[in-house]
């Protein structure tokens, strides 16, 4: 899931397998002491040790900036609706930008005036990006470290959201990358409520050659959940993916019902659900919010995945969200396809709002 630290890990293994190999010795005709050797031994190992961590280092770095570099290419496509808008305001990218037109600017991308209060307190009337970005930046401060190597098994995902936010693309679009990561993936098509939900999770499911367990429309969800928890933990998968059914928060009877699955859930395995995702649409702005707030009081919502980004102008948004909620943002959606969904980087993201609007 996190292609960097799988980057990294694989120029340790390299460096480790360096430290284990022997060197061939250079025969010499000076004759040395047995002290002189062991000295001399041991500042060549030192010598070599250095330039082995300097070399580790360095290829760090190449490989950061190369997965920074990628995410920023992303967020830019994923922006270019947000920035376009936003070059009305400010036709010509300056170094430094005023206070009322980067407050303009904010609150044109749908940023709440909150957020913007705080983001500003204390800036300059002129400000420089360096000032703004650090600023925008730490509104995103509630992501969290998650280590990928140390998951239970199976890891278990539940996924909220209400219907035509792109739940059942963006599970499929989930379960794609955990494949590409050699992952096993076992999906459960807990919306047994939406007419042709569970035709269209099998579908997305033999697309991308994952199985599914399902049951017929109207049937007991949180069953469904059971059984997909149940048949992970029989056959070693190592993620299982539940659909629930997409609801507002007005409609009590399927709330009580997220309520009941997420209870059997942990009938099913200690701890699970592992993590509740909600798919919120990036299109609806600001007006998601309260949707994840009432969610999150229900239940406790562990993250958040905004889907088609790509496709609006209030990109700022993100930064409400993120705010507002104190959860981080995990994943956006940029597109249709499978590969369209990608990691959520604050600094990549920022940068690429900022580069439509300040020059270099």
Aim: proline share 3%.
């Amino acid at each position: 899931m996190f292609s960097f630290f799988k980057k990294k890990k694989k120029i340790e293994e390299v460096v480790e397998e360096i430290k284990v190999e022997e060197t061939p010795g250079i025969e010499e005709e000076t004759i040395v002491t047995t002290q002189d050797k062991d000295l001399s031994s041991d500042i060549n190992e030192n010598t070599q040790d250095k330039e082995i961590v300097e070399d580790v280092h360095v290829n760090e770095l190449i490989v950061e900036n190369e997965v920074e570099e990628e995410k920023k290419g992303f967020f830019a496509r994923a922006l270019a609706k947000t920035v376009e808008n936003l070059n009305t305001i400010i036709p010509i990218k300056k170094e430094k930008i005023s206070f009322e037109d980067i407050e303009e600017i904010l609150i044109e991308a749908d940023m709440e005036y909150e957020i913007i209060e705080k983001a500003m307190d204390g800036l300059e009337p002129m400000i420089a990006r360096k000032d703004l970005r650090h600023r925008l930046v730490m509104l995103f401060e509630h992501a969290p470290y998650v280590d990928m190597n140390n998951l239970p098994k199976p890891f278990v995902q539940l996924i909220i959201g209400v219907n035509g936010a792109g739940k059942t693309t963006t599970i499929a679009k989930l379960a794609s990358r955990l494949k590409k990561e050699n992952k096993t993936v076992l999906l459960g098509a807990g919306d047994t409520f939406r007419a042709a939900a569970i035709e269209q999770l099998s579908t997305w499911a033999a697309k991308i050659d994952v199985p599914i367990i399902k049951t017929k429309q109207g049937h007991d969800a949180s069953a469904v959940a059971y059984d997909s928890i149940s048949s992970g933990i029989a056959k070693d998968f190592d993620h299982v993916i539940i659909d629930t059914a997409g609801r507002l928060q007005t409609q009590t009877n399927l709330s009580n019902e997220l309520k009941k699955i997420v209870k059997v859930c942990a009938k099913a395995m200690p701890n699970a659900p592992h993590q509740k995702l909600m798919i919120l649409d990036g299109t609806q702005g600001n007006s998601a919010i309260a949707q994840a707030k009432a969610f999150h009081e229900m239940v406790g919502i562990d993250g958040i995945i905004v889907t088609k980004l790509d496709g609006t102008a209030k990109g700022g948004a993100l930064f409400s969200i993120s705010n507002r909620l104190e959860l981080p943002i995990f994943f956006v959606g940029i597109g249709e396809k499978a590969e369209d969904l990608i990691e959520f980087s604050p600094s990549s993201f920022v940068d690429s709002l900022l580069d439509g609007i300040y020059s270099k």
